[in-house]
């Protein structure tokens, strides 16, 4: 008896589409929900620029700056390894240098403190 071959997985869902989804949790007072979509987003795509943002803007509002500093350094640095004008695929599209000029306020911010 020949059998069926299993059906392939289905592909994980694009970085926008996950990322929409935890905008969806965040609306809906879910930031337990919305952290962990984002983090499981940051680990499946770590140069998905406006996920590191959401993430990190996430745990600083939850008052967990420690762990929101390394996600903008990790913003800053691939941010800055693209040329200023590049547009970068997310909820909206928005050029490279604005994710840099983010983590920086965010950064020198941090440091005044």
Same mark, same amino acid.
């Given at each position: 008896?020949?059998?069926?071959?299993?059906?392939?997985?289905?592909?994980?869902?694009?970085?926008?589409?996950?990322?929409?989804?935890?905008?969806?949790?965040? %609306?809906?007072?879910?930031?337990?929900?919305?952290?962990?979509?984002?983090?499981?987003?940051?680990?499946?795509?770590?140069?998905?620029?406006?996920?590191?943002? %959401?993430?990190?803007?996430?745990? %600083?509002?939850?008052?967990?700056?420690?762990?929101?500093?390394?996600?903008?350094?990790?913003?800053?640095?691939?941010?800055?390894?693209?040329?200023?004008?590049?547009?970068?695929?997310?909820?909206?599209?928005?050029?490279?240098?604005?994710?840099?000029?983010?983590?920086?306020?965010?950064?020198?911010?941090?440091?005044? %403190?």
């Amino acid at each position: 008896a020949s059998r069926a071959a299993p059906a392939p997985p289905s592909p994980p869902p694009s970085p926008a589409r996950l990322h929409l989804q935890a905008l969806e949790r965040i %609306e809906e007072g879910n930031v337990a929900g919305a952290t962990a979509v984002l983090e499981l987003l940051v680990k499946q795509a770590p140069d998905y620029l406006p996920g590191l943002l %959401e993430l990190a803007l996430l745990r %600083e509002r939850a008052g967990a700056r420690d762990a929101a500093f390394p996600l903008m350094r990790a913003l800053r640095t691939r941010a800055g390894q693209l040329p200023p004008d590049t547009l970068v695929d997310g909820p909206e599209a928005l050029p490279a240098r604005f994710y840099l000029a983010s983590a920086d306020a965010y950064l020198n911010l941090g440091a005044l %403190e």
